[in-house]
């Protein structure tokens, strides 16, 4: 007896994130002491965007699967069956002139994955069963690299570090 299942998942996300470290500047001091004696810092950094550091970007996610589930006796069941996974990554509309790959967010399309599942009753009379299963299995890329990749790039955000004393 065969019992054959088959689906898909769309996600179509959008997010709009803002990223701008040191966007209100940053002092640095090697002690506690050149602070709150009021001494100069060693280090001031501060960031720059046109942009406010505010990026909007989409992540559409796809799936299907297909599997089946076999009753081969009536103490073992196997189950089987394949996975493809895609993700679409929305691409930078700026890109570095000097660095042409950080306009560029590769889309991950090749995660097709197998997997493979047993339950077996050893007395055949329902009390105890074993199961196990094997398999590949992929997750989506963290949307905060999409974020950066659209952001951090040396044209949407730029930092300045002033070294103050050497």
Aim: charged share 20%; glycine share 10%; hydrophobic share 35%.
């Amino acid at each position: 007896q065969h019992s054959i299942r088959g689906g898909f998942n769309f996600d179509f996300v959008e997010f709009e994130d803002l990223f701008l470290k040191y966007g209100g500047g940053q002092y640095r001091f090697d002690f506690w002491d050149e602070f709150l004696d009021g001494e100069m810092p060693y280090k001031y950094t501060q960031a720059f965007s046109p942009i406010d550091g505010r990026v909007e970007y989409g992540v559409n996610t796809y799936a299907v699967y297909l599997q089946d589930g076999w009753q081969t006796t009536p103490s073992l069941s196997l189950i089987y069956g394949l996975r493809y996974d895609y993700q679409d990554h929305d691409q930078p509309t700026t890109a570095n002139p000097l660095y042409p790959l950080t306009g560029q967010i590769p889309n991950d399309s090749d995660n097709l994955s197998a997997r493979l599942g047993a339950a077996w009753d050893p007395s055949g009379d329902g009390k105890a069963v074993l199961r196990g299963g094997i398999g590949l299995f992929y997750d989506a890329a963290p949307t905060i690299l999409d974020a950066k990749a659209h952001s951090t790039n040396g044209v949407n955000i730029v930092q300045v570090t002033s070294w103050c004393r050497w």
